[in-house]
């Protein structure tokens, strides 16, 4: 069992950056692809990046490559998002997620309950 908590969101404006994490407790953190997704009011979840069990490989969704950067510290058990020229269209709940597959095919099996980030233009 994997218990992950984000923490980092909040109301930023257009240009601006911030930080996620994600803390996992439990077992094995190492072992798991993470993942983070979001979901904005009214649609459906949708992917933003992934990273390999080590950190070695990611793979970002075409709306947030070359602005969003996810890394990963398994000595701490944490996952980042750092998100740069955030949009007002990256407004959505921010969560994280523990995983198999592969990066590119990631199932998840562990969910964080999320972390809002608001944008204004």
């Known amino acids: 069992q994997v218990q992950l908590v984000e923490s980092g969101g909040g109301l930023v404006q257009a240009g601006d950056s911030l930080r996620l994490s994600c803390a996992a407790s439990g077992r094995a953190f190492s072992s798991y692809h993470m993942g983070w997704f979001r979901q904005a009011p009214g649609k459906e979840r949708e992917f933003v990046a992934t990273i390999s069990t080590n950190g070695g490989s990611t793979y970002y969704a075409d709306s947030v490559k070359g602005r969003f950067t996810i890394s990963r510290d398994n000595a701490k058990n944490t996952v980042y998002l750092q998100m740069n020229n955030l949009k007002p269209e990256d407004t959505a709940v921010y969560s994280c997620?523990?995983?198999?597959?592969?990066?590119?095919?990631?199932?998840?099996?562990?969910w964080g309950q999320g972390t809002q980030v608001t944008v204004s233009s």
């Open positions: 997620a523990a995983g198999g597959g592969t990066i590119y095919s990631f199932s998840s099996f562990y």
